[in-house]
């Protein structure tokens, strides 16, 4: 991998922006101010006459995949580098080809890598469409296992597969155990967690690399998965400073399943808000600010919108994009990121409005034995109705209109090694 060519800060920010933005991630600030009237007018109660946009479990489903379900697995990832320094084109860089005249520079190539959790959060269940909301955290110190939200997106199959971390079980028991050149499938006795699984083990080889996971035949859940690739050649120097095809980076990635739970969501099962259906983009504003030890820095503008697409089964999928002013006459960064969302999730697009009437102060909603996030209904405040997750490192603020249940604003903080990064937007109108 080639880092991009921008000063370490507008990296570090623009990273911060994806973890921030992506993850829902973090802050502990004075509550959004409710939506002004008229400003959501088709954020409206529901109503009764429309139809039902709601999942219906159906199909041949293992009994614990339903809506509220949260499977974590612990993964890690890294890019090892096949040569020390690769050689590109430059018209400004100071190695010139005495051939051809033309200029290159010298890039040092690093390795890197990381380690955290994935969980997937289980939207919704039904035989043509089965989704989640994957969120991904990094272990920030491992002597502790202190976790950060890095990111989030959406994670779509059906009633054969979702991702690679469920088959249904009828499909691989229907898998005849072979092998050939490229693809190797045998039935095995495999350990996990001090635990033994009657599994299938399915490993797949080509030029550039492998792939190998492990399901449990019994629920279809993915238990192990490995990998590597190597990509193509780079030019690189010889001893003799001449530009010679150099081995590419190899990118390296294992998984490993941690836990299943019930995520206890008071409001999994109620109705989406009708709005949903009818929306067809929702967009928030703000900015963001650092915070270091000697002051904070000029805050920037930054704009995310959903722009919402299939709704049906009780989930939305959406395409979420996020702008970001980085300053010093540098274009704005853009990311987009596919998402989804469903009433039996925490810190999405909405909380059907009647849970958040039955909710008490200061409520835990949920504590992960594994990351260590909770998060705490702490009550309404005007027409918002305002949550907190709260992670080692990082708080978000969430608050919800009390009449529609739809998203008005969230509030971050993350602390950093430099000091703290800010992030706040409001709910600015929806199309």
């Not at 079980?169 to 635990?195: C, F, G, K, S």
Request: proline share 5%.
């Amino acid at each position: 991998m080639i880092p991009i060519s921008r000063s370490g800060v507008c990296k570090a920010i623009g990273a911060f922006l994806i973890f921030a933005i992506s993850g829902w991630a973090w802050a502990e600030q004075p509550t959004p101010e409710p939506v002004r009237k008229g400003t959501s007018n088709i954020f409206g109660n529901n109503n009764e006459d429309e139809p039902d946009q709601n999942q219906e479990q159906a199909g041949d489903f293992p009994d614990f995949l339903r809506p509220g379900v949260r499977l974590t697995y612990f993964e890690g990832s890294s890019v090892v580098q096949g040569v020390n320094s690769q050689v590109v084109p430059d018209d400004k860089g100071n190695l010139v080809d005495p051939q051809t005249g033309k200029h290159y520079r010298q890039d040092d190539m690093k390795n890197s890598g990381g380690v955290g959790y994935a969980q997937i959060n289980v939207v919704t269940v039904d035989p043509e469409l089965v989704a989640a909301d994957a969120r991904s955290f990094q272990i920030i110190d491992l002597n502790n296992n202190t976790c950060s939200a890095t990111s989030v997106a959406a994670l779509t199959g059906n009633a054969d597969q979702l991702g690679m971390y469920w088959i249904n079980p009828a499909r691989l028991a229907n898998m005849e155990p072979h092998a050939d050149r490229n693809e190797r499938v045998n039935r095995i006795q495999y350990t996990l967690n001090d635990r033994n699984y009657d599994a299938i083990s399915m490993v797949s080889v080509s030029e550039a690399g492998y792939t190998s996971r492990i399901y449990d035949l019994k629920t279809g859940l993915l238990l192990s998965s490995s990998s590597s690739e190597t990509g193509g050649n780079v030019n690189t120097l010889d001893k003799n400073n001449t530009i010679t095809p150099g081995r590419g980076s190899s990118y390296i990635s294992h998984s490993r399943f941690v836990s299943i739970r019930q995520v206890d969501i008071p409001w999994a099962q109620m109705r989406m808000p009708r709005w949903v259906s009818k929306v067809r983009q929702i967009d928030y504003q703000g900015g963001y600010t650092a915070i270091l030890q000697g002051g904070a820095l000029p805050g920037y503008a930054m704009a995310v919108s959903f722009s919402i697409g299939q709704v049906s089964h009780g989930c939305a999928q959406a395409r979420m994009m996020t702008r970001s002013d980085i300053g010093n006459g540098l274009p704005p960064q853009e990311s987009t990121v596919d998402r989804c969302f469903g009433s039996a999730m925490l810190a999405g697009l909405w909380v059907p409005p009647e849970a958040l009437q039955q909710l008490n102060e200061n409520q835990l909603i949920d504590k992960d034995p594994i990351t260590r996030f909770r998060t705490t209904f702490t009550g309404i405040q005007g027409q918002s109705a305002i949550f907190v997750e709260q992670g080692p490192s990082e708080i978000t603020q969430t608050a919800y209109d009390v009449q529609s249940g739809v998203l008005q604003g969230i509030q971050t903080r993350r602390k950093t090694a430099a000091g703290e990064m800010q992030v706040q937007l409001q709910l600015a109108g929806q199309q």
